[in-house]
């Protein structure tokens, strides 16, 4: 049987309010940097994949809102249509769109007239063809680098780095082979060769990517691997060739050799204020001060398909916050089982290796911060491990016994 994973596409895309209306996010991106040119958003497939129950979380501005699949630069089965003057969640639950190796795919968000409207985040489920376990898609958002230092990222959100590694390192649970690391570049103005590697536990990995001097478009490493097993540590990095500048994003499929999978995002070392307010932000996407709200519905998304959610884990790389600090999981507006408490100063890598929780497909799920008295925090990266599960129903003397039927490593 297939096991299949979400893709969290964007938090936060606010579309333009002059023309051209429509914005293309990057697949897992930031927010921020939804750009009006397709060709910098589209991630190249090396998979056949089936997407559906594509998702959106939406206010209320705007009129003949939508939200449309698209598959090598034409609109795809998939569509949100979201009515003038509604808001919430909406779900496309009949389309489905298929892709082989090497097509591309994005998402398209258009509106017509009005206030332009904040698209909070959309989400799809995806189906790995022809093999048991999911294959996930990450990418970052469009960044300028303009020192020849090596910068080391995440690219699960932000494109923010920095020249310390461990504070872009993530920390794998689902264990798997990264490949086809790719690298977007939209403008080049370094006048040398610049590379592109991935990082594996502090030392280069197997993929590489050169990219010449002035020279743009998307560039790929179709030939390398690394594989990734439970507590890796695992980013990409980038030196320039010289200390002009260049825009790029970077995109990566990994291939999970269990039934697990990552969702995961970033902060992109933008501090978040202390509020005596419990505040809520997106389990995927880029989440910075702007996109931690007090409206716990602008950061929930439903999932699509059931899910077993553990390890919840976060890197905290700033904290001035007096008093401790708590991350929280929630579900349909509780708390869930899964939290993080970050003492006064304390930064390094925080994790919940205690605790599960499950959710169905229909699962309002996002994340809350609370606590402290005063200061900022950072949370650069942080991810949950998922698996799909399956609910059997067995009759029972006194009730139906839900049990779950699916195998997680480590449990």
Known sequence: MSSRSILGVATQIAINSTSPRAKFPGMSGESGNASTTEANQTFTSRVATTFSNLSVNINATGTSRNVQFRKNGANGSQV????????????????????????????????????????????????????????????SAL??????????????????????????????????????????????????????????????????????????????????????????????????????????????????????????????????????????????????????TTTESQAQIVPGIPLLLSFFRMRIDGNTMTGTTTFKLRKNGVDAKQNLSVATILTGLFEDTTNIDLSDSTTNLNYSISGGTSGNIQFNFYAITASEFIWQQLEDTSSLLRMWKNEIVGY
């Not at 082989?100 to 790995?128: C, E, H, I, K």
């Open 80 to 139: 949100v249509t979201i009515g003038d003057t509604l808001s919430g969640i909406f779900t496309d639950t009949t389309h489905t769109d298929s892709i082989v190796s090497g097509d591309t795919f994005d998402l398209q968000f258009n509106f017509t007239t009005g206030t332009a409207p904040t698209f909070w985040s959309a989400v799809m489920t995806s189906l790995t063809s022809g093999v048991d376990s999911p294959s996930q898609f990450f990418n």
């Open 143 to 292: 960044g300028v680098v303009a020192n020849i230092s090596k910068n080391f990222y995440n690219a699960v959100g932000s494109n923010t780095g920095s020249s310390t590694e461990a504070q872009n390192q993530i920390k794998i649970r689902a264990p798997g082979k990264a490949r086809s690391m790719q690298v977007v570049v939209s403008a080049n103005s370094v006048n040398a060769s610049s590379t592109a590697v991935s990082r594996l536990n502090t030392a280069d990995g197997a993929q590489s990517i050169t990219i010449g001097a002035l020279a743009s478009g998307l560039f790929e490493d179709s030939t390398n691997t690394d594989t990734l097993a439970a507590t890796d540590l695992f980013c990409v990095a980038l030196t320039a060739g010289s200390t002009a500048g260049i825009t790029y994003g970077f995109k990566y499929q990994i291939d999970s050799t269990t039934s697990l999978f990552e969702i995961a995002g970033s902060n992109g070392f933008t501090n978040v204020a202390f509020s005596a307010s419990t505040r809520f932000f997106a389990i995927f996407g880029s989440v910075e001060s702007a996109t931690v």
